[in-house]
């Protein structure tokens, strides 16, 4: 139950004269913390009751923007992959979509289902590390061990596709860089079929668990007209009753060929924020099976490739016979001009911004991650709650520090 407690604004006069205040004392978390990661929470506490919170970021900041503007634009993929390295799919994705618009390529369908695919496991993968990292932030070694072994399934399936297990960077203009490995369909069913039989071990031991329930629910509560105020986006978003994906609001690659759900609930707490999660574990299985089944033959890179690329470029075969396309993009030259791009990470929406002068870099490169846009969950949502509702809200809102500070 939370208490209702009169705040102030959240200036550093404010905060001054909070500081000054009887009975109120400043506590730092972090900024190197088993819980937080790399990040410092500043939180005023009278008793046990949390008056102000401030998100202090920016201790794992990678600079994305600037380097990206400094290399060739194909070589910008690996760097937009690194703030969400749990979820590095959907990040390459959509800043491929972005200079795809930028040189008017239009990627073939076996592509586009392609990359579906590839980023409804990452979508996966980033869940259930959502989920481990819940479970520790709530005291759960079980859980969080559990999770994070049930990734492996996944991750050994983009590393047999791409080589990597953790930067794929797969997807590339006008395509993705390696046709599925023989055999790779019935590969990916007998994951998925693994976790399906792991969640009702989750439900019983983790989702279920009364203790889980009783921190929880109604902890952490934020209203479907607050969050959309807020800029909140993607599960927490969803958890607090508005159905918002730009996979379904602004289809991008394949995801208009295919059925499925958006999951809300309406209660916009911590204990819906995880069961989110859950459900659209179970949306992203279906979505891989239906893009499979339906997988359309052709080519997986843009019909006129060839004839975009330098004339020294030459194929590079690896040890399967598969081409490798790194070394043939490295002139790419966009037109100037401008381009916008969204997609649904497993965070939430990922939104790119490229401009072109015409050279081989991006002149101009912004990226607004879910991670920084669900900060205000921090100044707004904790205070009134205890002292130990702050790991409970943490981690239910998936929070990621090296994506916030990009």
Same mark, same amino acid.
């Given at each position: 139950m939370t208490q209702e407690i009169k705040t102030v604004p959240f200036t550093y006069e404010a905060l001054s004269q909070l500081e000054m205040k009887e009975g109120i004392l400043e506590l730092q978390i972090g900024p190197a913390h088993a819980g937080s990661g790399h990040m410092r929470i500043l939180a005023w506490v009278e008793g046990d009751t949390v008056v102000k919170v401030d998100p202090d970021v920016g201790f794992v900041h990678r600079g994305v923007e600037k380097l990206s503007e400094d290399r060739l634009y194909i070589k910008a993929i690996p760097m937009v992959e690194r703030p969400s390295l749990v979820d590095t799919v959907n990040a390459n994705l959509g800043y491929v979509i972005a200079l795809e618009r930028l040189l008017g390529l239009e990627p073939p369908p076996r592509a586009q289902y392609i990359r579906v695919i590839t980023a409804e496991i990452s979508r996966i993968m980033s869940h259930l590390y959502g989920i481990a990292i819940y479970g520790i932030f709530m005291g759960s070694s079980t859980v969080f061990m559990w999770a994070v072994a049930d990734r492996e399934p996944f991750i050994d399936l983009l590393q047999e596709l791409t080589g990597a297990r953790i930067t794929y960077s797969h997807i590339i203009p006008g395509g993705v860089r390696w046709d599925l490995p023989k055999g790779f369909a019935d590969k990916v069913e007998v994951a998925l079929r693994y976790l399906e039989n792991r969640m009702k071990d989750y439900e019983k031991v983790w989702i279920n668990n009364p203790v889980v329930v009783a921190r929880s629910a109604g902890v952490g509560k934020l209203g479907a007209e607050d969050a959309i105020r807020l800029g909140v986006v993607g599960p927490n978003l969803r958890a607090s009753g508005v159905k918002y994906d730009v996979r379904k609001n602004d289809p991008y690659a394949a995801y208009a060929d295919f059925d499925f759900e958006v999951p809300t609930f309406k209660e916009g707490d911590s204990y819906s924020r995880l069961l989110i999660r859950v459900e659209e574990i179970k949306q992203s299985m279906s979505i891989i099976r239906q893009a499979l089944k339906r997988l359309p033959e052709g080519k997986v890179i843009y019909e006129d490739y060839y004839k975009r690329m330098s004339p020294l470029m030459k194929e590079i075969y690896d040890k399967t016979? +598969?081409?490798?396309? &790194?070394?043939?993009? &490295?002139?790419?030259?966009?037109?100037?001009? #401008?381009?916008?791009? +969204?997609? #649904?990470?497993g965070r939430g929406e990922m939104f790119y911004y490229l401009v072109s002068d015409g050279g081989k870099n991006p002149y101009r490169f912004r990226l607004v991650t879910p991670s920084f846009r669900n900060l205000p969950y921090f100044t707004h949502v904790m205070p009134g709650h205890k002292l130990a509702d702050i790991p409970v809200i943490y981690g239910s809102i998936d929070y990621f520090p090296p994506e916030a500070d990009r």
């Amino acid at each position: 139950m939370t208490q209702e407690i009169k705040t102030v604004p959240f200036t550093y006069e404010a905060l001054s004269q909070l500081e000054m205040k009887e009975g109120i004392l400043e506590l730092q978390i972090g900024p190197a913390h088993a819980g937080s990661g790399h990040m410092r929470i500043l939180a005023w506490v009278e008793g046990d009751t949390v008056v102000k919170v401030d998100p202090d970021v920016g201790f794992v900041h990678r600079g994305v923007e600037k380097l990206s503007e400094d290399r060739l634009y194909i070589k910008a993929i690996p760097m937009v992959e690194r703030p969400s390295l749990v979820d590095t799919v959907n990040a390459n994705l959509g800043y491929v979509i972005a200079l795809e618009r930028l040189l008017g390529l239009e990627p073939p369908p076996r592509a586009q289902y392609i990359r579906v695919i590839t980023a409804e496991i990452s979508r996966i993968m980033s869940h259930l590390y959502g989920i481990a990292i819940y479970g520790i932030f709530m005291g759960s070694s079980t859980v969080f061990m559990w999770a994070v072994a049930d990734r492996e399934p996944f991750i050994d399936l983009l590393q047999e596709l791409t080589g990597a297990r953790i930067t794929y960077s797969h997807i590339i203009p006008g395509g993705v860089r390696w046709d599925l490995p023989k055999g790779f369909a019935d590969k990916v069913e007998v994951a998925l079929r693994y976790l399906e039989n792991r969640m009702k071990d989750y439900e019983k031991v983790w989702i279920n668990n009364p203790v889980v329930v009783a921190r929880s629910a109604g902890v952490g509560k934020l209203g479907a007209e607050d969050a959309i105020r807020l800029g909140v986006v993607g599960p927490n978003l969803r958890a607090s009753g508005v159905k918002y994906d730009v996979r379904k609001n602004d289809p991008y690659a394949a995801y208009a060929d295919f059925d499925f759900e958006v999951p809300t609930f309406k209660e916009g707490d911590s204990y819906s924020r995880l069961l989110i999660r859950v459900e659209e574990i179970k949306q992203s299985m279906s979505i891989i099976r239906q893009a499979l089944k339906r997988l359309p033959e052709g080519k997986v890179i843009y019909e006129d490739y060839y004839k975009r690329m330098s004339p020294l470029m030459k194929e590079i075969y690896d040890k399967t016979g +598969r081409v490798k396309f &790194t070394l043939m993009l &490295t002139s790419l030259s966009p037109p100037k001009g #401008e381009a916008i791009s +969204r997609v #649904e990470g497993g965070r939430g929406e990922m939104f790119y911004y490229l401009v072109s002068d015409g050279g081989k870099n991006p002149y101009r490169f912004r990226l607004v991650t879910p991670s920084f846009r669900n900060l205000p969950y921090f100044t707004h949502v904790m205070p009134g709650h205890k002292l130990a509702d702050i790991p409970v809200i943490y981690g239910s809102i998936d929070y990621f520090p090296p994506e916030a500070d990009r």
